[in-house]
């Protein structure tokens, strides 16, 4: 057992201190930090399908699925229960503890939820744990999922809050928030968190995991993704980040958010194995696991498998963390809950 403080009011100069320290004190601090709240050689391992695929009418700059953008993804309508069925068994089967269900929607209508509350029912029950990545979500609807047995609700915040105006022209920041707002009413656990790699400054790296780690409670996953640039996107050029940059951010993600799962997310199929590597060292503790992301690739099944057996490093259900106590802040932060279930218990 050991004692967190779990702080929702990080300020950017404390972030920007943790940037920048040399990386080696930097890794080892997230590390000790790591090893506290989680098995440091496991890994939560998730699979993702893309339910509805491209025709979005949003311009997320990033995104191969933005209608207006030539990229060459082929739209698909919404899957058959059946159809996404197959898909989850073979994730199971494969190993996956989590299935991730996305769809290219600015946000579902009220019929696409009773479509999707069927898929979630049926995935649900095969045994796995379910995630949906939907959009910006309608009045009810973060119940409606959650009633049907949802588990998680994926729901990125994407950047920094000024850089955010850059990236994203058709929704604003405060829109993300809300439907994060109503996630968590819901009682469903959060999956939150944004992409690197977009021509974003450090400080903008730093303004994303400030955001954050000052959510109301910290998301009980951390989706930290680097870019995956595809042709015909306006990031299609972006500069290309320091890997060791991409490390310094998972490291600092794991010391602000000690009792997250912070996810080594899109972006590994062009990473190296000893980055990835030293991403786990830093505090990821998940990754997606199969040949596809939603519309790109993923590294192949047989190259995840090595590089787990070459690290030591074994897949868990997410349940299987240690046991940790919570220490409050301060007292105004008593209705505060540590993403991490056996935290929430000891609290
Ligand atoms: N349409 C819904 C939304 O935007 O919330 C759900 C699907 S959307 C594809 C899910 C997330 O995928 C985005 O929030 C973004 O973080 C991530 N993503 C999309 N394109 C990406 C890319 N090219 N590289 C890295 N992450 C990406
Ligand atoms: C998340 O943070 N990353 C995943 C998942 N949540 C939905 C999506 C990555 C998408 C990468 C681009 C693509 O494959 O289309
Ligand atoms: Fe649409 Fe989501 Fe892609 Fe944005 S990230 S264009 S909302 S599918």
Redesign the pocket.
């Known amino acids: 057992m050991s004692e967190t403080i779990i702080r929702h009011h990080w300020s950017g100069d404390e972030i920007a201190a943790l940037f920048a320290l040399p990386f080696n004190q930097l890794l080892h601090r997230a590390h000790e930090v790591h090893r506290t709240h989680h098995d440091e050689n496991a890994v939560q391992v998730s699979t993702l399908l ?1 339910i509805k695929t491209g025709g ?1 009418p ?1 311009d ?1 700059a ?4 933005a209608a207006r953008y030539d990229t060459g993804v082929q739209a698909h309508k919404l899957m058959s229960v059946d159809a996404v069925l197959v898909r989850a068994k073979a994730a199971r089967e494969a190993g996956a503890s989590r299935f991730c269900m ?6 579902p209508k009220d019929r696409d939820i009773a479509r999707v509350v069927e898929i979630v029912r049926a995935v649900k029950s095969l045994g796995l744990e379910t995630c949906a ?4 979500l309608g009045e009810g609807h973060a119940q409606k999922l959650k009633d049907a047995g949802l588990d998680y609700y ?3 915040i ?1 950047t920094a809050p000024d850089f955010y105006g850059e990236v994203i022209h058709t929704r604003d920041f405060q829109d ?1 928030l809300n ?1 994060l707002k109503q996630v968590r009413e819901a009682g469903l656990k959060t999956c939150c ?3 690197v ?1 977009m021509g974003e400054t450090r400080a903008q790296r730093a303004g994303l995991l400030q955001a954050l780690a000052n959510l109301p409670a910290h998301p009980h996953s951390v ?1 930290i ?6 042709a015909g ?1 306006p ?1 299609a050029d972006a500069e290309k980040l320091d890997p060791f940059e991409f490390v310094r951010t998972i490291a600092v993600a794991r010391i602000l958010m000690p009792c997250s799962v912070v996810r080594l ?3 590994r199929q062009k990473m190296d194995d000893a980055v990835q590597a030293l991403c786990f060292y830093a505090g990821a503790g998940s990754i997606f696991y199969g040949e596809k ?4 690739d993923n590294p192949q099944m047989e190259r995840d498998q090595a590089l787990f057996q070459r690290l030591d490093l074994y897949p868990v259900e997410s349940k299987s963390m240690e046991e940790t106590v919570i220490v409050r802040a301060d007292s105004m932060m008593m209705t505060d809950r540590c993403a991490h279930e056996s935290c929430e218990e000891a609290a």
Request: net charge neutral; proline share 5%; hydrophobic share 30%.
């Open positions: 893309s979005c949003e997320c990033y995104c191969p699925q996305g769809a290219a929607w600015r946000g990545t939907l959009g910006l994926n729901h990125n994407d993300r439907t968190g944004g992409i790699g989706p993704n680097h870019l995956v640039a595809v996107t990031l997310s899109a972006g992301l939603l519309t790109t």
